[in-house]
């Protein structure tokens, strides 16, 4: 029997709770109820010790409980769960703060003792303001105008009027805030359905769109959140648009905004993180290699720090961020065989937060390890992990890496000699990425040449293999060919097939030319 939607759930939030949360939420029953045994906790325990939601089990484990009475008792579970999370994080967490003076103030009001209100609501402001919660500043203000409004406070004529222009000021940041989150929140969406930008069309629509959902008064840009979002709407055009550059400018931005105040890095470390993964990622993509690495090190620096293990989801996506950008860092050079080692504990880090990490991040992390394979020349090993591109059946989820896992499982097929089954899988790739409206010049010249392969005697192989060398050179500068060359290095790949040596030594020998040349342009 298929678990519902409920039980999953309930069943995810146990399993991903701490020993010391753990601990907690059982002294905050035995507290609350007095009992001793009580069948809250015998459900909780038994939860906990199964490895998956399994209902009839669950009941054997509790003699006694009818199904009827199981789900009444899995509701009751999951609201005192969560009454304790929020008792034992409220002081770590700046907004389970500001909702508990909130709350106070309420309650204070509602019992009569107005002034009392004001007072905590004044401390709420003065937090809020600090770390830039404007949010929970137009709940405060507007518990205070309420209070300053019914009631006789003897507040001044001075309190008043900065209650009314704190109140107009934050409504104009709150919608500057809205549009510029929304803004880069359907550009890093469209990212995710499509990836780069495909064809001049999608870049003016892009642009249109842009332009359109832009505040009106964007000069008035002010404070970190309004600089956050707006940043990231920059970063996430540009790197849509393939313009590498002002990918970098606008990522870095991003992670200099936490360097000019500190007190966020703690309050938003989520974007920090996120920040600091797309700027390895301009690194990367402008092969900026000494930038990548002192990027790197920085990163695994922060890993350390209590803001980046406040809580799982940070622990989780900057663990996997690290492990991206090692991934990277290997491609780079050419170490694709050293690589490899790193395989096993990725897997068994994502096993470990599946209930955290989204399908997204598990495509892009299955083909960075199927890349790492192919570079090494262990072709069959990175079919087995396209695959897992290719079969996954969740639609509308990174068309562009659909489309290059099958380019790239063609080539393995190419590589292995798979000549008996090459005619029918270029047919299905073709049509595949033609649907996808995918197929850029680069590929239709591969296409073309893998078909033309299986007939092409041996000695007229290396001619061939020249040709489309300088056929796709010619393609390296346009921003829309360089989609394929973002996916798959396919000119290294030409010229290990030409030279007759290993993609690994061809990558790694651009790379030292590469940091060569920086060090003289250095000195």
């Known amino acids: 029997m298929m678990p519902n939607q409920f039980s999953d759930t309930l069943f995810q939030l146990v399993h991903s709770l ?3 949360e753990k601990r907690h939420f059982k002294l905050f029953i035995k507290r609350s109820s007095g009992k001793e045994d009580l069948k809250i906790i ?16 669950l009941l054997k484990m509790l003699p006694g409980v009818t199904k009827p009475q199981l789900s009444n008792l899995k509701a009751h579970l999951y609201r005192q769960l969560l009454a304790s999370l929020r008792l034992l994080k409220t002081n770590e967490n700046i907004d389970l703060k500001l909702s508990e003076h ?11 003792l107005k002034l009392q209100a004001l007072n905590i609501l004044e401390k709420a402001k003065e937090l809020a303001k600090t770390n830039q919660k404007m949010n929970f500043l137009v709940q405060v203000i507007s518990l205070e105008k309420k209070i300053e409004t019914l009631h006789i406070t003897r507040s001044s004529l001075e309190k008043t009027e900065m209650l009314t222009r704190e109140a ?7 919608d500057r805030v809205t549009k510029l989150s929304n803004l880069a929140l359907m550009l890093y969406r469209w990212y995710v359905k499509n990836g780069h930008a495909r064809n001049e069309d999608d870049v003016k629509d892009l642009q249109k769109f842009f332009k359109s959902s832009l505040p009106s008064d964007i000069d008035s840009v002010n404070g970190f959140y309004e600089k956050l979002y707006l940043y990231q709407c920059y970063c996430w055009m540009a790197f849509i648009r393939r313009d590498f550059l002002q990918y970098y400018r606008y990522s870095r931005k991003w992670a200099e905004l936490f360097d000019e105040s500190q007190v966020m890095l703690s309050v938003e470390t989520g974007h920090y993180i996120k920040g600091m993964h797309n700027l390895l990622n301009a690194h990367f993509d402008l092969r900026n290699f000494e930038g990548f690495e ?23 996506h900057t663990s996997i961020y690290l492990n991206s950008a090692r991934i990277n860092l290997y491609l780079i050079k050419g170490n694709f065989t050293e690589g490899l080692n790193m395989v096993p504990d990725i897997l068994t880090n994502l096993k470990d937060y599946s209930l955290y990490v989204d399908n997204h991040r598990i495509l892009v992390i299955n083909y960075k390890i199927a890349s790492l394979y192919f570079g090494a020349g262990r072709f069959e090993d990175a079919i087995d992990f396209l695959h897992k591109i290719i079969n996954d059946n969740k639609a509308g989820l990174r068309n562009d890496l659909q489309c290059y896992a099958r380019l790239l499982h063609l080539i393995c097929h190419y590589e292995i000699g798979n000549d008996e089954i090459l005619d029918s899988l270029i047919r299905s790739v073709y049509r595949f990425m033609a649907h996808m409206k995918n197929l850029t010049v680069v590929e239709l010249e591969i296409f073309s040449f893998l078909r033309h392969s299986t007939k092409t005697s041996p000695k007229h192989i290396q001619p061939a293999l020249e040709q489309l060398l300088e056929k796709v050179k010619l393609l390296e500068s346009n921003r829309f060919e360089t989609r394929s060359f973002a996916y798959l290095d396919i000119i290294s790949w030409l010229e290990s097939k030409i030279s007759k040596k290993s993609l690994a030594e061809i990558i790694h020998t651009k790379y030292l030319q590469s940091r060569h040349r920086s060090k003289i342009e250095k000195a």
Do not use: C, M, V, W
Not at 43 to 56: H, I, P, V
Not at 168 to 174: C, F, K, P, V
Not at 297 to 312: I, K, L, S, Y
């Open 18 to 20: 701490e020993k010391a």
């Open 294 to 316: 002192t990027t790197l090190r920085n990163f695994e620096q922060f890993a350390q720090t209590p803001e980046a293990n406040a809580h799982d989801n940070f622990r989780t």
């Open 42 to 57: 015998r459900l909780f325990d038994s939860l906990d010790k199964l490895s998956g939601y399994d209902e009839k089990q």
């Open 168 to 174: 107009l000021d934050i409504s104009e940041h709150i």
């Open 102 to 112: 909130l709350d106070n103030a309420r309650l204070l009001y509602n019992k009569g």
